[in-house]
């Protein structure tokens, strides 16, 4: 038995009624003991405990979400809510209608689509004969989707969580739950124009969301299997490679060279060649062309196809105004197997964007500040849907996904360093007392208001006192409040009181309405 073994069965005997913390400190104590094991053996540890109980012998639940996974409080909601109105916003003013689909699928419909990503799927037990697994992403499902209802051409987003088996980062916004909002347009059209608009969509959120400074790279599959055909790499090793380029986002050139000699079994003497081109300096119009007269390049009927594309490509970048930041780079690969043409991902580029975890905040020990990188990717996939088809027609399809939990993690760590409060509700008039024995008055008056769709609140108290209630307003971020009294009930009029200025007026009850749509829409 190894030393972290015996330690945590050592541990299990006075884990009940003492702190776990100081578990934890004593875990981080071993030597060669890794973050992940720790989790782990902790994660084993509570349940322990509560399976055996506390001190009095009862059953004690361990208060945690899931690995990979996180609860959401009105702040972040509000946060969250934001942002998706803002890209639904996008996909509705660029003709986009929605659909849904189950969160599980049969388990034959995600198998083999994407690549060496597979076993990141979460599999389900047999559910009465059908064997089943939460989806991975949205793009398989909507093919399927597609072939299933014989739909041959659609513009559709989709906005809903799928499901990865991935050892979670949450400082940088990756979970094993998360959401996907994904805009696609299915259908035979001329070449380019609905890649061009996806890219010009992710250009216009991520601006309009003011994440900071950003690049769209772009790349397309045709001209990766094609250097990979004239640098001499194997018709069967295409994907496998695919992957391991993919990774030069996260992992210097000469540890993916490794990989793909060592554990690929590719030839260094291949190895290298793909280096010289991955390593060329990103540009745009001028590098597809500068490639189009490459001598290896040149040979590939399929570079050069997809060479000429990336112009065409770029043709209408310049059209949609969106070439300042869109850039041709041959080093992106994007991992998934279904892409058969252009591909893209979007990266912020600013260096002041870094997310910290709440345990960094804290204090833990070995947590640090972190960046986020992709906020955005997709791509061209023409034979997705005729893998779903019994006869094989297929449905060109061109997407984009917005990776929106990363957008959350940044939008959140922004509102944190600013000083502006997040209204967590839209609540626009407090209707308030200003003497005892009023409540039903008050009731009469709120009912009023939810009538005519305006947002309004009332305390649940028969005689709360002025003062809590004007400082509820000033918490919640209401702007105004309706205030009664007796004379205010002979007089006809309800005293309008601005939260932020402490303006009073009287409005006839008549008026009462309209006043309050006219001051909240000019706020």
């Not at 608009?197 to 599959?221: P, Q, T, W």
Request: proline share 2%; hydrophobic share 40%.
């Amino acid at each position: 038995m190894n030393m972290l073994g015996m330690f945590c069965i050592r541990a299990c005997s006075g884990l009940v009624g003492c702190r776990t913390a100081t578990r934890v400190r004593s875990l981080h104590a071993l030597p060669g003991i890794t973050a992940a094991q720790i989790d782990e053996e902790v994660a084993k540890l509570l349940e322990l405990k509560a399976r055996l109980g506390g001190d009095d012998g009862k059953h004690q639940f361990v208060l945690k979400t899931a690995k990979g996974t996180r609860d959401y409080n009105p702040k972040q909601m509000a946060i969250r809510e934001k942002v998706f109105n803002t890209i639904i916003g996008c996909f509705k003013r660029h003709g986009a209608e929605t659909i849904d689909t189950p969160v599980f699928e049969l388990k034959e419909t995600l198998t083999g689509k994407y690549g060496e990503d597979s076993k990141l799927i979460y599999d389900l037990k047999d559910q009465g004969g059908e064997l089943l697994s939460l989806r991975y992403d949205l793009t398989v499902p909507f093919a399927r989707y597609l072939a299933m209802n014989k739909i041959t051409n659609i513009k559709r987003y989709h906005i809903a969580k799928v499901y990865r088996r991935d050892n979670p980062a949450m400082t940088r916004g990756r979970y094993r739950e998360f959401y996907q909002c994904d805009f696609d347009i299915a259908g035979q059209y001329d070449a380019m124009i609905p890649d061009a608009e996806c890219l010009k969509i992710v250009h216009e959120i991520l601006s309009e969301l003011d994440l900071g400074d950003f690049r769209i790279k772009v790349n397309d599959r045709r001209i990766l299997d094609g250097m990979f055909a004239v640098c001499g790499v194997p018709d069967d090793k295409f994907r496998t490679i695919c992957s391991t380029v993919d990774k030069l986002d996260k992992m210097p050139w000469e540890e993916v060279k490794k990989e793909m000699v060592n554990e690929k079994g590719l030839s260094e003497e291949a190895a290298d060649q793909i280096g010289e081109y991955v390593n060329m300096q990103a540009g745009g119009m001028e590098l597809a062309e500068r490639l189009l007269q490459d001598q290896k390049m040149s040979q590939s009927k399929q570079a050069c196809a997809g060479l000429s594309d990336i112009k065409l490509l770029f043709s209408y970048l310049h059209l949609f105004q969106v070439t300042d930041k869109v850039v041709f780079d041959l080093s992106l690969a994007r991992g998934l197997d279904y892409y058969t043409g252009i591909i893209y991902e979007a990266v912020l580029t600013q260096a002041g964007v870094a997310l910290v975890s709440a345990e960094a905040q804290n204090g833990a020990p070995g947590e640090e500040s972190v960046s986020v990188g992709s906020v955005a990717g997709g791509g061209r996939y023409d034979g997705l849907v005729g893998m779903f088809d019994p006869k094989g027609r297929k449905v060109p399809c061109v997407g984009v996904s917005i990776g929106i939990e990363r957008v959350f993690s940044i939008m959140e760590q922004k509102a944190e360093a600013s000083a502006e409060k997040v209204r967590t509700t839209e609540v626009q008039v407090m209707v308030a007392s200003a003497q005892k024995n009023l409540l039903e008055e008050k009731l009469k008056l709120v009912t009023e208001l939810w009538n005519a769709g305006i947002k309004a609140e009332v305390m649940y108290k028969k005689n709360p006192k002025l003062l809590s209630q004007l400082q509820h307003c000033e918490e919640s971020g209401i702007p105004l409040v309706a205030i009664l009294g007796e004379q205010e009930l002979k007089d006809g009029v309800v005293k309008l009181r601005v939260v932020a200025t402490r303006e009073e007026a009287d409005i006839s009850r008549a008026d009462l309405i309209d006043e309050i749509r006219r001051r909240t829409s000019e706020a």
